[in-house]
């Protein structure tokens, strides 16, 4: 794996404000798999560089120019998973770990590019909203399926998209994005949710129907 750039610190403190969960020391690790030490000091230079702030008690979160920063490597990593599936063809469980690494690699010039070639798109093949060049981003669509309650239904809106064998298991259940999917039955106490997937009955653990997302259509 190569090591963990400031722009990755800086995505992933990102993704856990959108998610609603607090950055810290710890859950930065967690997300990104190295040792807390490692993140005390990235979380110290982006400090210095204006790009953070420490919140008292409460762990730190992003300046607007910190927030800038994420939201452009967000724009080039779901650019290029999006131009790899639709040009070479690749699914979407094969797109995210090679976006990772390009991500850091193309020109500005070369993502506008892509962006224009693909059709000016607003989501990448995951569903997430693609940031434009100003990194305006749509608000996040759909609740997780583990927040519906039966006779709930909608179209799935987005799914995590680091996990290739998490969507494997999706397509596995025939469920991709834009699938009609209704919530038939919730066990009490967070058990399987049985779902149906347009013509299909399945069933889905907790953990998976935290990740994904679902627009209403019935509230
Ligand atoms: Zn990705």
Do not use: C
Request: aromatic share 6%.
């Amino acid at each position: 794996m190569p090591p963990t750039s400031i722009e990755d610190l800086l995505k992933t403190i990102f993704g856990l404000e959108v998610a609603k969960k607090r950055p810290s020391t710890k859950a930065v690790a967690d997300v990104l798999d190295i040792p807390m030490a490692s993140v005390t000091g990235m979380v110290k230079k982006l400090a210095a560089d204006g790009l953070l702030e420490h919140v008292p008690y409460h762990g730190f979160e992003l300046t607007a120019t910190g927030r800038q920063l994420a939201l452009r490597m967000l724009r080039r990593h779901r650019l290029i998973e999006l131009f790899l599936m639709q040009t070479l063809g690749l699914g979407w469980d094969e797109v995210h770990a090679d976006a990772e690494v390009m991500e850091h690699a193309v020109s500005d010039q070369l993502v506008e590019r892509i962006y224009t070639y693909l059709g000016k798109p607003e989501f990448d093949p995951h569903g997430s909203p693609i940031p434009d060049s100003d990194g305006a981003v749509a608000v996040r669509s759909g609740v997780p399926v583990a927040q519906l309650a039966a006779g709930d239904e909608g179209i799935v809106s987005e799914v995590e998209d680091e996990d290739p064998e998490f969507l494997r298991y999706l397509s596995s259940l025939g469920i991709k994005i834009g699938s009609p999917l209704r919530v038939m039955a919730k066990d009490p106490y967070g058990g399987l949710v049985g779902l149906r997937v347009g013509k299909r009955s399945v069933s889905m653990g907790t953990e998976a129907a935290q990740r994904v997302r679902v627009a209403r259509s019935n509230v």
